[in-house]
């Protein structure tokens, strides 16, 4: 796959774990950069209420992730997956 095919997607050893489409209200440009990443936890209801406890906004995606937009962290996107 080319770079640009893969600027909308998110990777994980080499697999596609999100579609940035996926992700609501994010709009991410063709800029050289990380527009976001995937980390996987034990427990998505503690990563919430850590994060949210923190002052962090959290956003549930249509597949049932969580994460922070990247307005609140400078541009990068973090998503929050179970595993």
């Given at each position: 796959m080319?770079?640009?095919t893969e600027i909308n997607?998110?990777?994980h050893m080499g697999h596609v774990?999100?579609?940035m489409k996926t992700i609501p209200g994010e709009a991410f440009?063709?800029?050289p950069?990380?527009?976001g990443y995937a980390v996987k936890v034990r427990d998505l209801a503690i990563t919430r209420r850590h994060l949210?406890?923190?002052g962090f906004p959290v956003v549930e995606t249509a597949r049932g992730d969580i994460f922070v937009p990247s307005a609140s962290l400078l541009g990068t996107a973090l998503i929050f997956t179970q595993g």
């Amino acid at each position: 796959m080319s770079m640009k095919t893969e600027i909308n997607k998110i990777l994980h050893m080499g697999h596609v774990v999100h579609d940035m489409k996926t992700i609501p209200g994010e709009a991410f440009t063709s800029s050289p950069g990380f527009a976001g990443y995937a980390v996987k936890v034990r427990d998505l209801a503690i990563t919430r209420r850590h994060l949210e406890s923190n002052g962090f906004p959290v956003v549930e995606t249509a597949r049932g992730d969580i994460f922070v937009p990247s307005a609140s962290l400078l541009g990068t996107a973090l998503i929050f997956t179970q595993g």
